[in-house]
């Protein structure tokens, strides 16, 4: 890529760097306010580095 091209892009990118990314919620985890962490408490049971337990147990093992 020429240097005049690889500033372009530096500086159209520039606004990417400055504004906070804003993460999108479903209406299910109430737009935020929830995060529903069943699918990754069902990976994490199932794999060969987890162990057994209940729902609970694993969201409270976060607060740790």
């Not at 606004?15 to 408490?41: K, Q, T, V, W």
Request: aromatic share 14%.
């Amino acid at each position: 890529m020429s240097e005049f091209k690889h500033h372009l892009q530096a500086e159209s990118d520039e606004h990417l760097l400055r504004e906070e990314p804003r993460p999108e919620f479903s209406g299910e985890e109430g737009l935020g306010r929830c995060l529903d962490l069943h699918e990754h408490f069902q990976r994490f049971v199932n794999s060969k580095f987890g162990k057994k337990m209940e729902y609970y147990e694993y969201i409270c093992s976060f607060a740790r």
